[in-house]
């Protein structure tokens, strides 16, 4: 048993060897900032950010509407993540934190997009006893209201509902078992897209996800939910108006299978919807210690998966959940087990542009015109 394992673990360490290609070419033609090779296509690119880093580190803020013409506000606009609490009660909202990122967003004229209205996740404390069946139809409602709301007219592009599917759950419509669904019924995502659409008629109407990108097993199950769920929501007229792909990729994964992604991404399109890459970036956890290769292999993975995804034209906005290393997510959630700094981003600690920035400059530089 221990023999299989270790030598399991060791084809995997060759395999994640083998990815590396130390002859790939990431030349990229000029110098223009990764929004202007965008928008020559027709495509926005934009990062996430959050605010008190915005305001902890000017050159961040310097850097982001330079490289971006998108911002998304990774905590402030959630009902509650980190130091942001929009909805410190069920009957209050603090919208300072939220209004901050829109006032960024608009003072360098970026677009803003919202992140996001209905999740099971990053809610505040009072919300699981809060909420029962006779009042979370008033309380989802209520919150789409506001919410989209006040930022009528100055939203890109809202994340109405967020992750969910969750085929694991065992349900055949694949839907996640929360308690929006365990109190309003299948139907609260209609319910929601229906508000939404009323609140703020500009905006496009997003439902995002993860976990849709690899040939695995997992994959494979999600892709299927949620086409399930993309054509249930158009067949009965639900106001959806596009698809938010998270795409938080793996450095270490050897299973991009570029011809059933394209297949994925097409059937989207077909139901006439839009594609957002919303959440792009490439953990590096599990590749080899030495930068060079490790930022090679980044590089590679942001290369071959957005080369597939940008070929689609219903593909309109790609978004790297950061712009620069040292503020990914995963520096806390994935940190390397040898203790050096991650490096999932275009731009390094010192807002260097890296391997991974080239290769997505090169995609836009190549991709079709939209
Ligand atoms: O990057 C976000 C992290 O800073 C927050 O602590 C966390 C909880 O609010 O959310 C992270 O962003 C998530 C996003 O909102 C939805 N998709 C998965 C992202 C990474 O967890």
Known sequence: MGTVT??????KRYQILALDDPTRDFTVTGNAPLK?????????????????????????????????????????????????LLRPTPDRFDFTLADRMAEFAQHHQMLLRGHTLIWHLCVPSWFETGI???NAEQLLTQHIQTVAG????????????????????????????????????????DLAFRTAATADPDALLVYNDYG????????????????????????????IHAVGLQSHLDGSETCFNAEKFRRFL???????????????????????????????IVASAYEDFLS????????????????????????????RSDGLPIRPLPLDESLNRKLAWQAIARCFDQCPKR
């Open 36 to 84: 202007a090779r965008a928008q020559a296509k027709g495509l926005i690119y934009g990062s996430s950010a959050r605010y008190k880093d915005l305001i902890a580190d000017p050159d961040l803020a310097n850097e982001l509407p330079v490289e971006c013409n998108m911002l998304v506000p990774e905590w402030e606009m959630k009902w509650s993540a980190g130091d942001a």
């Open 266 to 296: 097409s059937d989207i399109a077909s139901l006439g919807l839009k594609i957002l890459i919303t959440e792009l970036d490439v953990e590096d956890k599990n590749l080899p210690a030495d930068v060079a290769v490790r930022d090679r």
């Open 150 to 189: 006040r930022y009528a007219g100055k939203i890109h592009s809202w994340d109405v509902v967020n992750e969910a599917i969750e085929p694991r759950d065992g349900r055949s419509d694949g839907l996640r078992e929360t308690l929006w669904l365990k109190c309003l019924g299948a139907d609260y995502i």
């Open 132 to 134: 029962h069946t006779d």
């Open 308 to 335: 597939v995804a940008l070929d689609e034209t219903a593909v309109i906005a790609v978004i790297t959940w950061g712009l620069n290393d040292p503020y990914s997510w995963l520096a806390e959630t994935s940190p």
């Open 212 to 239: 849709l990108e690899y040939d695995t097993f997992e994959c494979e199950a999600r892709r299927i939910a949620i086409l399930k769920l993309l054509e249930r929501l158009k067949a009965q007229g639900t106001p």
């Open 6 to 11: 270790g030598a399991k673990a060791a084809y």
